[in-house]
């Protein structure tokens, strides 16, 4: 099973300021790697898929990069429609298809 | 509009079952793999199950496996999760969730329906 690591659990960063998640896989997933947002009371919903490439209808300030073990999602502008949890997911070695703990972006 | 729409959540004493049911429409359900995925109370998200296009492969997490089946029927567009054997630690919302392939991540997600599993 490949576990996935996500950090900082909370991350507290002021509107338009800069944000940058990171997730790590215990073993390579290739590019295999997505992140989702969820806000309270929603479901997850899908920003980046093949590490960097940003989903239908994602604005450009999200941004993702990495490849093998390393993965790191940037949010270069918080807006305040951006505060919520952050999950990465891997799908290249499955089952279990597995997720990371969660990184929650709150206001500073 | 893709739409996935879960029903069947309630609350189930220990060791009684449920079956939860996703209705999909929207897009060609009958080309994605199809998941259910739960959260438990403030917790994170963690993958239940997966079955194949044609239902011809399912896949579930260890904690699962003898108790939850999977299933789909692709002429009415619904997924299905039968939980049998169910534990306090089942307690969570069930999300169903598609991606169009073995190596695609979840493209599509439904709102979600709460088990809760207690005496």
């Known amino acids: 099973e490949i576990l996935m690591t996500q950090s900082p659990a909370t991350l507290s960063v002021s509107p338009g300021e800069r944000a940058t998640l990171s997730c790590r896989a215990s073993q390579s997933v290739s590019s295999n790697l997505a992140w989702y947002q969820q806000k309270p009371g929603q479901a997850p919903r899908l920003l980046i898929y093949?590490?960097?490439t940003r989903a239908t209808g994602i604005p450009a300030r999200f941004s993702g990069s990495g490849s093998g073990t390393e993965f790191t999602l940037t949010i270069s502008s918080l807006q305040s429609e951006d505060f919520a949890v952050y999950y990465c997911?891997?799908?290249?070695?499955?089952?279990?298809?597995?997720f990371g703990g969660g990184t929650k972006v709150e206001i500073k | 509009e893709v739409q996935l729409v879960e029903s069947g959540g309630g609350l189930v004493q220990p060791g009684g079952s449920l079956r939860l049911s996703c209705a999909a429409s929207g897009f060609t359900f009958s080309s994605y793999w199809m998941s259910w995925v739960r959260q438990a109370p403030g917790k994170g998200l963690e993958w239940v199950a997966n079955i194949k296009q044609d239902g011809s492969e399912k896949y579930y997490v260890d904690s699962v496996k003898g108790r939850f089946t999977i299933s789909r029927d692709n002429a009415k567009n619904s997924l299905y999760l039968q939980m049998n054997s169910l534990r306090a630690e089942d307690t969570a919302v069930y999300y169903c969730?598609?991606?169009?392939?073995?190596?695609?991540?979840?493209?599509?997600w439904g709102q979600g329906t709460l088990v809760t599993v207690s005496s």
């Open positions: 997911q891997q799908y290249n070695n499955w089952p279990p298809l597995t």
């Open positions: 093949g590490a960097s």
């Open positions: 969730a598609g991606r169009y392939g073995d190596t695609n991540p979840f493209d599509y």
